[in-house]
């Protein structure tokens, strides 16, 4: 029986899941999910420096000719006080006089003969002082397990010093499909087969999503040859299939899966398109059996694949998350079915494609995100809120837009 969408969602998110971990160099480290609490190991900055190459004063002394008594460079271990009426040339960076209140800019004082410089512009108190610890504290929490690790995270662990990282195993993912009239994209075709175009997306997709992805051939239409497949895929924490699933002569998946004693989670979800959408385990192999057309398996794998995904690279970022843009056209849809609808938003409006037969191929090429329509509504009025879901974020624009005014 097939279920409804959010309890095809609660079931994804909701798995246990046992994961298994490494350890490796930050630089190896971006797209991976941390996996052990990443605490600071020291405050920065590690002291009271300058911001500004120029003079280390002491506040009460900013409107006297003040003589230069040192001079401190960043990464010197200068200790030196200031006394009443003296400055110390300090550069960016450097530690600061214990007992400095304050940093003059270069260009903001006169220098005088005779090692003097005289103040020129008005001097607020601390001005231009990065205070220890006010970048990052000692054991502050700098990553969390469940957390991505990208660019902005590799600076906080070079920072201190961190040269290696716990992260999550990558999840092996095997994607195969089945049809008889499939054929590789690397094999000669004849005119009554069509290019398999599931499997390489799924490949790419998986791998996309932090995925390592092994890629095992295409199956036959029967049985055994299923089976085989199947059977050589029971290392991977997943296996993506597409095709066969539903009830034509030769749609021997299912009858597979069975024969392999699958653990079925859900068989069918009540959603357009791709409701012929198995999930189940066999050993401990999560199975994704998706539907043959290529728009189906494609958009029910964003909206339920990329969830497992998530949980299966360790990520603690699992809910489909939404933005909130305006629909360009009115729309109306058929009441009584939830409705996945590809699109395109362009940061302002979200336009749904036209061609959007469960079938096509060429959909999702020209579109970057969707919307789910629940089974209640028939009409979408031009201009209302919707919730757009990411497909593939890179936010770019073939259109110059300005982003410097804002109302
Ligand atoms: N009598 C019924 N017929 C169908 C039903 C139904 O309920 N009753 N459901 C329809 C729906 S909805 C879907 S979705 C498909 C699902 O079928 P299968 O998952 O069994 O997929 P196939 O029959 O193998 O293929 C469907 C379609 O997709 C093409 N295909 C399959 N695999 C690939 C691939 N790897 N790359 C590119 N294209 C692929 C295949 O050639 C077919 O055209 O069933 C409906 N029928
Ligand atoms: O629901 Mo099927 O998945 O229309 O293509």
Redesign the pocket.
């Known amino acids: 029986m097939a279920i409804n969408v959010q309890t095809a969602i609660e079931i994804i998110s909701n798995l246990t899941l046992d994961l298994n971990f490494e350890i490796i160099p930050i630089e190896n480290a971006t797209g991976r999910i941390c996996a052990k609490e990443i605490f600071a190991t020291s405050f920065l900055p590690k002291f009271d420096n300058s911001a500004m190459d120029g003079y280390a004063i002491i506040y009460e002394d900013k409107d006297n000719e003040l003589e230069i008594i040192d001079t401190i460079f960043a990464g010197d271990n200068n200790n030196k006080l200031l006394e009443k009426n003296t400055c110390i040339k300090i550069m960016t960076g450097a530690k600061m006089p214990d007992n400095s209140t304050a940093i003059i800019p270069k260009e903001d004082v006169e220098e005088l003969n005779d090692n003097k410089i005289k103040i020129l512009k008005n001097v607020k108190e601390f001005q231009h002082i990065r205070y220890i610890g006010e970048d990052i504290k000692l054991d502050e929490l700098l990553i969390n397990i469940g957390d991505d690790i990208n660019f902005s995270k590799i600076t906080l662990l070079a920072s201190q010093g961190i040269s290696h990282i716990k992260v999550y195993k990558k999840p092996k993912v095997v994607v195969f499909?089945?049809?008889e009239?499939?054929k590789l994209h690397y094999e000669k075709i004849e005119s009554f087969q069509?290019?398999?175009?599931?499997?390489p997306?799924f490949i790419s997709r998986a791998k996309e999503l932090g995925c390592d992805v092994v890629f095992i051939g295409?199956a036959k239409d029967t049985i055994e040859d299923i089976k085989t497949l199947v059977n050589n895929s029971l290392d991977a924490d997943l296996l993506i299939t597409?095709?066969?699933?539903?009830?034509?002569d030769?749609?021997f998946?299912k009858e597979a899966f069975n024969q392999l004693n699958i653990e079925t989670i859900f068989d069918g979800i009540d959603v357009?398109?791709?409701?012929?959408t198995v999930f189940g385990k066999i050993k401990n192999t999560y199975i994704l059996n998706?539907?043959?057309?290529?728009l189906?398996?494609a958009l029910i794998f964003e909206m339920f694949g990329k969830i497992l995904i998530q949980k299966l690279i360790g990520s603690r970022n699992i809910y489909s998350n939404y933005i909130l843009g305006k629909l360009k056209d009115d729309f109306s849809t058929k009441k009584g079915k939830t409705t996945l609808i590809p699109g395109f938003f362009d940061g302002e409006y979200f336009e749904a494609s036209q061609k959007r037969s469960?079938?096509m191929?060429c959909v999702l090429s020209s579109c970057n995100s969707m919307i789910i329509i629940d089974d209640k509504v028939e009409k979408l009025e031009k201009n209302c809120l919707i919730k757009i879901l990411p497909i593939n974020w890179k936010f770019f624009s073939d259109k110059k837009k300005d982003f410097l005014t804002h109302e």
């Open positions: 499909a089945s049809g009239e499939l069509i290019y398999n175009s599931n499997t997306t295409q597409s095709g066969g699933v539903s009830v034509g030769a749609d998946t357009k398109p791709g409701k012929p998706l539907p043959g057309n290529p189906a398996s469960a079938g191929v």
